[in-house]
């Protein structure tokens, strides 16, 4: 019988693979809409899926979590062959893509946050580790796509990410103590407010020469559309 640690262990592995799979398929899908071989599709799934992991063990002085646990390696060639066999609905649906993605940076989030938490750093710090997670591998892929990065021109992003790294360290003061009780809130309330931005345009002010204006979300979402 598995103790309570064991337990939570395997939760959070098992939102790792998860997310790592989700992360792939949205940098897998930007790079077949920008017509990448299997090869480069492959590196860009991986770069999505392990970048903000690798910058956040970097920053923890920690060996990067892939040296030695190739499963992240696997899960991207994995998502290559989910693009070949069903391309037309990962490819196509602007709303997969979004949920894929979306999927992708709360379950990092919550991931980093544990890390750091791991690491005996103060709250605010592992909320800020939990953002670089979530979004970094993003960021990586955007560039490498030759794209302006997501987190920079769209709707409400690492915000989410941070508000859910939020009320995963405010749940307790009302006296939910269970983390995985904490983690769904927080996976939760990340999903709603990106679906929120989406849905009625919000995002942060945008900083021009002109003074600052107000950010409108297009209604096409994801890298790589015209």
Same mark, same amino acid.
């Given at each position: 019988?598995? *103790? ?91 709303? +997969?893509?979004?949920?894929? *993605?979306? $999927? ?37 892929? *955007? $560039? ?63 900083? +021009? ?18």
């Amino acid at each position: 019988m598995t *103790d309570l640690s064991d337990e939570i262990n395997i939760f959070m592995r098992v939102l790792e693979l998860v997310g790592a799979f989700a992360g792939a398929i949205s940098g897998v899908r930007l790079a077949s809409v920008k017509r990448f071989d299997w090869f480069g599709a492959s590196v860009i799934g991986f770069i999505t899926a392990a970048g903000g992991g690798t910058l956040r063990d970097v920053l923890l002085r920690v060996e990067p979590f892939w040296m030695s646990d190739p499963s992240y390696i696997v899960v991207s060639a994995l998502a290559v062959v989910a693009i070949w066999l069903f391309g037309r609905r990962f490819i196509s649906g602007q709303i +997969t893509w979004f949920i894929f *993605d979306t $999927i992708s940076i709360s379950l990092f989030m919550m991931i980093g946050l544990h890390k750091a938490i791991l690491h005996s750093y103060q709250p605010w710090c592992a909320i800020v580790l939990g953002v670089v997670t979530a979004v970094a591998g993003g960021i990586l892929r *955007d $560039i490498c796509i030759n794209e302006v990065p997501l987190i920079f021109r769209k709707e409400l992003y690492a915000l989410a990410c941070a508000a859910g790294g939020v009320l995963y360290f405010l749940l307790p003061f009302v006296g939910v103590e269970s983390i995985y009780v904490r983690n769904i809130a927080g996976l939760a309330l990340i999903f709603v407010i990106r679906a929120l931005a989406i849905k009625y345009s919000l995002g942060v002010p945008v900083l +021009t020469g002109h003074g600052t204006t107000f950010h409108h979300s297009h209604k096409k979402h994801g890298p790589g559309q015209s």
